[in-house]
């Protein structure tokens, strides 16, 4: 049997997976080979259009094409064009810029109902347009998943807010949303109700709503991503959900996890303003330049968190070390506090800070807690000494085993490569900073 992955516009399309919009068009263009190729399944499974970046690209065409052909036409047959492909997009990630951005998202949505993957950011200057889309975008009695088996008891069609320009004509299919700084308005939320398949949903602080979230955890919400980042602008020390509309929540659905990312210098970012005891917090990760109240975190990791947080990631948007605390004794530093995250939270998984950390505190965590499955160090971070309280220690094999490996690099790397159970190194700022910053690229 031949091989069909080898046939020429299976090849083809796996190329085109990897071109942008304007470039799919353009190439299509060529002969009739690269057409077909254009439309294969592959070459569409994964949609990134930047509105600022297709500008650009469409400027630059423009100057390589003929001067008979105007823009307008070349942005009519790109919509034509994408309107034939939209419906094989799985994964779209759009950013609006200008006018014509709210037109080729309205082609994409009103065609590609496969989707199972959007993430929407919206650029200066765009809301207030596409807030005039939302009002316009109205549900239909034909839409296909919007019924009493889809949300019962709730008649969607009279809803008194106006209805997003997603999700009608996917409910079956989406299972993640992405509309960090979009939607900033929050009832404009409140119409993804029908969004019942979605498994992950990614949003502002300021756009948490308890109905909603509540409605989505009863039916498939598995996890929720509350990103704050530069571009998120700040608001009120006001909770935007209570303690107990958290365990409301967690009641409609037990498995339900929060991923708090925030790179952002905002007062409520690490106040209890988010952070409420019954939120079923796994992940917390910041990434900023400013000192993190430890002290407060460790209460709330100790009392509320324990049973569920899995990463806690803090490191800071510069590559400077932190050299005053070098000449700090073991209570000063942070040493004791990142140590009782590792005792308490025994379903840590991910584990790294900012702050300067002893040869002798990096064994301990790593005895305390055998689940970490990566703790990452700089290089640069680590105090090579053992000036930790006798009482610390749980008992004196560890003590021992903390007394026997601290005092060089290769004592310290082949321990903890013995008791995590890997290859542990600590690494270089710039595979420190590489590892974190792909890992979270989707936060920016």
């Not at 080898?6 to 080979?33: A, M, N, Q």
């Not at 839409?143 to 949300?151: A, H, K, Q, R, T």
């Not at 909603?212 to 996890?223: F, I, K, T």
């Not at 980042?229 to 959900?241: D, L």
Request: aromatic share 12%; charged share 25%; proline share 5%.
């Amino acid at each position: 049997m031949a091989d069909w992955t080898c046939l020429p516009e299976v090849v083809l399309g796996k190329v085109f997976s990897y071109s942008e919009i304007l470039d799919k068009f353009c190439i299509s263009k060529t002969c009739r080979s690269w057409e077909c190729a254009a439309f294969r399944p592959d070459a569409w499974a994964n949609v990134c259009i930047s509105g600022e970046k297709l500008l650009l690209q469409i400027t630059c065409n423009m100057m390589c094409l003929d001067e008979t052909i105007s823009e307008q036409k070349l942005s009519s047959e790109l919509l034509f064009f994408v309107q034939k492909g939209s419906n094989l997009i799985k994964n779209l990630n759009v950013t609006f810029c200008r006018p014509f951005d709210i037109e080729l998202f309205k082609q994409l949505t009103s065609d590609c109902q496969n989707l199972t993957s959007l993430q929407l950011s919206i650029g200066c200057n765009t809301e207030e347009k596409l807030d005039m889309m939302i009002h316009d975008c109205k549900l239909t009695a034909e839409s296909p998943f919007l019924d009493g088996d889809v949300i019962p008891r709730l008649n969607v069609s009279n809803s008194k807010y106006p209805t997003v320009p997603f999700g009608t004509s996917h409910a079956q299919h989406l299972k993640e949303l992405w509309i960090v700084n979009s939607f900033l308005k929050v009832h404009f939320l409140r119409n993804i109700l029908y969004l019942v398949n979605l498994t992950e949903l990614a949003i502002n602080p300021q756009q948490l709503d308890h109905s909603l979230l509540v409605h989505l955890a009863s039916n498939s919400l598995r996890d929720l991503f509350i990103v704050a980042n530069e571009k998120t602008p700040s608001f009120y020390n006001e909770a935007p959900i209570s303690d107990a509309q958290w365990k409301d929540i967690r009641r409609n659905s037990p498995t339900l996890r929060v991923h708090c990312y925030f790179s952002c210098t905002h007062e409520w970012a690490d106040k209890d303003v988010i952070f409420k005891p019954s939120m079923p917090l796994a992940s917390l990760v910041y990434k900023r330049n400013v000192w993190q109240r430890y002290p407060f975190l460790i209460y709330h990791f100790m009392s509320a968190y324990c049973e569920t947080l899995e990463e806690f990631v803090d490191y800071s948007l510069s590559e400077g070390t932190y050299e005053q605390d070098y000449g700090k004794t073991f209570l000063p530093r942070m040493d004791n506090l990142v140590i009782t995250v590792a005792r308490n939270c025994q379903k840590l998984k991910w584990l790294t800070v900012k702050e300067p950390l002893s040869s002798a505190s990096l064994i301990l965590i790593a005895c305390l807690n055998r689940n970490i499955r990566r703790f990452l160090v700089r290089d640069d971070m680590i105090i090579y000494t053992n000036d930790i309280p006798d009482d610390a220690f749980p008992d004196e094999v560890i003590k021992q085993t903390v007394n026997l490996f601290h005092e060089t690099p290769e004592k310290l790397n082949e321990k903890m490569s013995e008791i995590l159970n890997t290859i542990w190194r600590p690494l270089s700022r710039s595979n420190y900073f590489a590892i974190l910053n792909n890992k979270y690229k989707k936060f920016k």
